[in-house]
């Protein structure tokens, strides 16, 4: 008796399937199973599936995968999860601030660099550039509307605590004119 394999199903000589152990446990039961139990528990492994469900690890791999689509990610980490049904207007009050570097120029980047040239042009050339080295230290601070308070680094000043605690007087006296409705109860934070 000879028996030809065709896609998932194994014929015999006469065009029927043959009797015996099925070659793939790819049955609708099967994937079912395997989808309710990922359903049930995201965080479940591939082996406690397949011991669940009684089919090999690969298998099980291949329904997840193939069959259902599925992929295991990992999940992002963020400081406090916000939930904005409670009080839609949080961010409103967050103040939050940055500091960088402003040079007098910046060097361009290779991609602003970059040019289209014709196949028999040469190559261009661009010297090296060196960055600026007039630089001072932006300090800014802003809200859910906008910028509420921008300074630089005066020439020869330390970044110091007393430099920082000079800085946030000048901050709160900003929010006091920019964003009163802000200091009437104090409910600002930065």
């Not at 446990?25 to 139990?37: F, G, T």
């Not at 965080?43 to 090999?56: H, K, P, Q, Y």
């Not at 963020?78 to 939930?83: D, F, I």
């Not at 960055?131 to 005066?154: A, C």
Request: charged residues 25%; aromatic residues 8%.
């Amino acid at each position: 008796m000879l028996t030809v394999a065709y896609g998932e199903t194994v014929l015999n000589a006469n065009g029927e399937p043959r009797s015996g152990r099925p070659t793939s446990s790819a049955i609708d039961e099967n994937v079912q199973a395997v989808k309710k139990i990922v359903l049930e528990n995201r965080r479940i492994t591939i082996r406690e599936i397949a011991e669940d469900v009684g089919i090999s690890v690969g298998s099980c791999h291949k329904f997840i995968s193939n069959v259902l689509g599925m992929r295991r990610v990992s999940a992002k980490f963020v400081p406090k999860l916000l939930n904005f049904d409670i009080n839609p207007d949080i961010l409103k009050r967050v103040i939050t601030g940055d500091e960088s570097w402003v040079y007098g120029y910046d060097i361009e980047t290779k991609a602003q660099l970059s040019q289209w040239k014709s196949p028999g042009e040469p190559r261009p050339n661009n010297a090296r550039q060196v960055r600026s080295n007039d630089k001072v230290l932006l300090t800014v601070f802003f809200d859910y509307h906008g910028v509420v308070h921008q300074e630089f680094l005066p020439y020869g000043c330390m970044v110091n605590k007393q430099y920082y605690l000079e800085v946030m007087r000048r901050l709160r006296e900003a929010i006091r004119r920019k964003r009163p409705e802000l200091c009437k109860n104090n409910s600002w934070s930065t």
